[in-house]
């Protein structure tokens, strides 16, 4: 008698998109009191891409959306009208109200598909993967399209020479279907926390219910947001290491270990140091935040996106992605990398 199958989520396409306005490191130190030395030698970023005024987070949302989708009908014929669910996970909607996935949704021609945001910051694409993948497992969904898209561009203070360097605008998304667990893409399972005492690390302190508007710029510059790096630099350091340990252990990967770590994009001697602590070389962890930044929720899939442009990740990869971010929140999960009946699209919007 065959063994039954366990349920699980399953990528089956995936797309990128990226502003066509690149800033350079030059560019920043022409305006600010920094230097393309200090930024590549402290985070490892040369560049990022920026929206232009009147460009919004759903434009990036809907050009990966499309590409994913694109992507996933290549792979199984399945037409786009079978989607019936879009997880769209931003901090930073088209408006604060309402959630900007309904729109993305109608925009891609989905119809009236269940639409929502999540909001977790640089986690929020391993939470909106779990979210969705939870949806699929439970029968409450058959398809999904999940999407990271930030553009932290429109909320940094324009003299803050620190976040200016870090953060870019960007979106990915992967199409998930429900499928079963031994199908490579199958997403193997979660290992998702937080820990609020240290929310005011990461956040915009005015503009929500607690420091609320007053129809004035808000004191301080509170409407810009704002990041302690220090502490966060060890706190993501910490709780990715842990998390994706956490993961490896749980999907019993612990003798062999994965192929390939795709951890958020923040800075790279983030990234060196959770390689470390995890006894990985250095090819074993995609860097794309060179050319990109720190683009949030974006970070992972786009960094998917490009490792599979490059040929770095490959079908048959065991690869662990993981996340960590504002709340604070972290998250990871793992997958064998499918085989996509189509190279990624050129990531420029
Ligand atoms: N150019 C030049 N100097 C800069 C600078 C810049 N862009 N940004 C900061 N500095 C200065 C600081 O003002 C400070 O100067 P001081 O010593 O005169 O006070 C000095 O560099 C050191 O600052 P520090 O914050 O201690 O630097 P750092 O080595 O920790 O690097 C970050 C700063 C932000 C790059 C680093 O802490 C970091 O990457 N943190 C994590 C960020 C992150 O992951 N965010 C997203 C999480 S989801």
Redesign the pocket.
Known sequence: MTPAATPAAVVCGIGGSLPETVVSNDD?AAE????DE??RV??GIAQRHVIKPGEATSDLAVAAGRRALDSARAQDGTADDAIDLVVLATSTPDHPCPATAPLVAQRLGLGGVAAFDVSA???GFVYALATAASMLTAGTARRALVIGADTFSTILDPGD???????GDGAGAVVLRAGDAAEPGALLGFDLGSDGAGAEM?TVRAGGSRQRSTGQPAPDGDQWFS?E??P??TE?VLNMSKSAQELIDRVGWTAEGPDRVVA?Q??V??LRAVGDQLGLDEQQIVVNLDRVG?T?AGSIPLALVDALASGGLRPGHRVLLT????GLTWGSTALVWPELATAPHPVHV
């Open positions: 920043l600010l009191d920094t230097s200090w930024i402290r985070t910051v640089c986690t020479r620190t976040t200016r360097a870090i953060f990461i990041m790096g220090r966060v630099f993501a958020h923040a800075n001697r983030i720190n949030v996340g960590f971010g504002g």
